[in-house]
């Protein structure tokens, strides 16, 4: 078999090496037309931004303003207490180590939200009327206005202040400076006697 090859090949080798050398030609041509299809254009790969980690990233903590708050009588623990602003009379009484057996906490105002320098009591059972009373003045006189840095929707909570006055309370305290006693308030265009009588249980100074 293999003789009958070779006999075939010498005899007709010279008719077919023409069509051997064009086969052989047209299939490079084929393979290098496939590879080059093949490859990917450099414009049409996508490139994709790498976020840069040697960039140190700033992060901003912001701490919650702090008030003190003085807790007072019938408690585990009295004293001055550093609570978050926004906590509760709650929270004051829990850091001073909750009531005495023989407290009594039912004029107090749980749910109240402490203020700076505020000054809570809590009286015992059997106290006289005049000692629960101070309770109600402490508390009355946290929840004062302060009329040197209150801004005007909080001014306009008062009797007799409306958008207008607030606004000229500010614009008097930027222009002449803090008022100096509660008084002060009636050298304001607008706020005569009658109307300071009713504001001053309500405003501060301090």
Same mark, same amino acid.
């Given at each position: 078999m293999i003789n009958l090859i070779q006999l075939f090949i010498q005899k007709y080798k010279k008719k077919l090496l023409l069509p051997v050398v064009v086969i052989g030609i047209i299939l490079f041509i084929s393979i290098q037309s496939f590879l080059k299809s093949?490859?990917?254009?450099a414009d049409s790969i996508q490139t994709i931004p790498l976020k840069n980690f040697t960039e140190e990233e700033t992060i901003e903590?912001?701490?919650d303003p702090v008030v003190f708050v003085e807790v007072k009588g019938a408690v585990t623990k009295p004293g001055?207490?550093?609570l978050s !602003?926004?906590?509760r009379v709650l929270n004051a009484i829990e850091m001073a180590g909750g009531y005495l057996v023989s407290s009594n906490s039912k004029h107090i105002n749980h749910a109240e939200r402490v203020k700076? !320098?505020?000054v809570i009591y809590v009286p015992e059972e059997g106290e006289e009327e005049e000692e629960e009373t101070t309770l109600s003045i @402490? @508390? @009355?006189?946290s929840s004062l206005v302060?009329?040197?840095n209150a801004d005007a929707t909080v001014l306009s909570t008062l009797p007799g202040i409306g958008a207008a006055k607030a606004e000229a309370i500010i614009a008097h305290r930027e222009q002449v400076g803090a008022f100096k006693d509660n008084q002060d308030l009636m050298k304001v265009t607008g706020i005569g006697q009658k109307t300071y009588e009713k504001l001053e249980p309500l405003i501060t100074v301090k």
């Amino acid at each position: 078999m293999i003789n009958l090859i070779q006999l075939f090949i010498q005899k007709y080798k010279k008719k077919l090496l023409l069509p051997v050398v064009v086969i052989g030609i047209i299939l490079f041509i084929s393979i290098q037309s496939f590879l080059k299809s093949a490859t990917p254009k450099a414009d049409s790969i996508q490139t994709i931004p790498l976020k840069n980690f040697t960039e140190e990233e700033t992060i901003e903590y912001v701490e919650d303003p702090v008030v003190f708050v003085e807790v007072k009588g019938a408690v585990t623990k009295p004293g001055v207490y550093e609570l978050s !602003e926004g906590d509760r009379v709650l929270n004051a009484i829990e850091m001073a180590g909750g009531y005495l057996v023989s407290s009594n906490s039912k004029h107090i105002n749980h749910a109240e939200r402490v203020k700076d !320098e505020m000054v809570i009591y809590v009286p015992e059972e059997g106290e006289e009327e005049e000692e629960e009373t101070t309770l109600s003045i @402490s @508390s @009355s006189q946290s929840s004062l206005v302060n009329i040197n840095n209150a801004d005007a929707t909080v001014l306009s909570t008062l009797p007799g202040i409306g958008a207008a006055k607030a606004e000229a309370i500010i614009a008097h305290r930027e222009q002449v400076g803090a008022f100096k006693d509660n008084q002060d308030l009636m050298k304001v265009t607008g706020i005569g006697q009658k109307t300071y009588e009713k504001l001053e249980p309500l405003i501060t100074v301090k």
